[in-house]
């Protein structure tokens, strides 16, 4: 009797399992709890361990860290890979100051997010957290083709390789070169040439042979004085 009241409900319960394991499986994981960290974001990338030492050594992370969970405003982040850094001239990095460290770093970030598409209508040039966007100063300027984005700086050129994170307040975009601003990197302008001196003056030289002509210029005097006095006498002379 017992087995003719469950008989019915078999079929039903094994729908009602096989739906429930079915839509447990396809529930998507949350993401991860936690702050959003700069740092962690790039060590999980991979290939980006000398601008993870410059953040944490100039303190950008914590003020990127700080921005990202105590405001709503959005970054973007231009991440150049080791291999970029190593492309430099040797010594390049070493000869900065910790402040130019810290505007080299600034350089690469944006007070705004940007998506892809974004960059296909944005005003140059782009105001960095480095400053000035003047030029001459830090000024930083995008193009487009198609899905690609090119970067000049006035100094170089980039181009963004791929996202490696976005989450709708930053994102972090590989770049294929650091990004040096002109202010840091640009020619030092050359030095005003200096004022020519005056020429002092030579005393004119006397005309060669000229002692010489005013000996001649003289005997012929004295030549022609003692020539009118003869005349002279023989003239007084027949007068008498």
Known sequence: MRKQLLSPFVPFLMFFFLYSSTSLAQTPSPAP??????????????????????????????????????SNQ?????????????SLKAGTLNSLS???????????????????????TVSNPLRTQAGNSADGEFPLNVTTSGNQVNITTGVNSATVANTIYTDGQLVVYQVDQVLLPLDLFGAAPAPAP???????????????GSKEDASVDASGASIAAVSFGAVLIAAISLKI
């Open 98 to 120: 910790d402040q130019q460290k810290v505007q080299l770093v600034q350089f690469h970030i944006l007070p705004s997010f940007l998506s892809m598409s974004n960059f296909q």
């Open 33 to 70: 709890s936690g702050p959003t960290n700069i740092t962690a974001i790039l060590e999980k990338a991979g290939q980006f361990t000398t601008l993870i030492r410059l953040m944490k050594s100039t303190q950008e992370a914590d003020q990127i860290n700080t921005q990202l969970n105590n």
């Open 194 to 208: 200096a004022p020519s001196k005056p020429e002092k003056d030579v005393p004119a030289k006397a005309p060669a």
């Open 74 to 86: 959005g970054l973007t982040v231009f991440a150049p890979t080791d291999n970029s850094f190593s």
